[in-house]
């Protein structure tokens, strides 16, 4: 990718959640169109390979854990000083650490859940404002999922943070308006290891419900967040894109 890079656009993206999958995928999406990026996950060897990738010239990396505040105060420095500028936040880092009905949901880890898949989402915006965003403008994408439109059997306490970070677009949306431009995407089954467990060793059945026959890949909601952080959607905000595949044409069919 690095031979084929283009001119630098001048805009920064901070992409929490990024070493891999979809967050990487967003990455990969916005330094193929000259951005810069930042890149946030837990494990620095994984996010050093990432910005090998990417190309060191146009990518930079800060290892920690997404609801940590202080990772994220270090993460929003690390993108302004090494280039002076936040556009684009991606909020993509995310936890479901259990599987199993939500009466028996232990309380503990639903609060992992949303400390992650929301609070973290809402830490990170208010320092990007602060830092950039709130006197040069930008928007602000926030990665939810199918899970937190319609109920999701045996992922509840995962589906209802994506529910409410839907509705932290929103609140963002309305808040941050008119420079700062906020929207969130929800994707059905990406192939991701973070999604493995529901498609390993069956993937042909579970793409088999989808009308478009086939299960997500990153670069499909890299494709989106691209969109999202263009000029092409500048009358965009407060909105969620649903990039299901076709998944929920299926509802209320028998």
Known sequence: MT????????????????????????????????????????????????????????????????????????????????????????????????????????????????????????????????????????AIVNIASVAGIAPSPFIAAYGVSKAALINLTQQLAHEFAPGVRVNAIAPAVVKTKFAQALYEGREAEAAASYPLARLGVPSDIGGAAAFLTSSQSDWVTGQTLVVDGGIFLNAGVG
């Open 3 to 138: 031979s084929q890079l283009p001119e630098l656009s001048g805009k920064v993206a901070l992409i929490t959640g990024a070493s891999r999958g979809i967050g990487y995928g967003v990455a990969e999406a916005l330094v193929a169109r000259g951005d810069r990026v930042v890149i946030t996950g837990r494990t620095e060897d994984a996010l050093k390979e990432a910005v090998e990738q990417l190309g060191a010239e146009r990518a930079v990396y800060v290892a920690g854990k997404a609801h940590d505040e202080e990772h994220q105060r270090v993460a929003v420095e690390r993108a302004m000083d090494a280039f002076g500028r936040i556009d684009y936040l991606v909020n993509n880092a995310g936890t479901n650490p259990v599987f199993g009905p939500i009466a028996d949901l232990d309380l503990n880890v639903a609060r992992k859940v949303f400390e992650t898949n929301v609070i973290s989402a809402l830490g990170f915006a208010q320092r990007t404002w602060h830092a950039w965003q709130k006197d040069h403008g930008g």
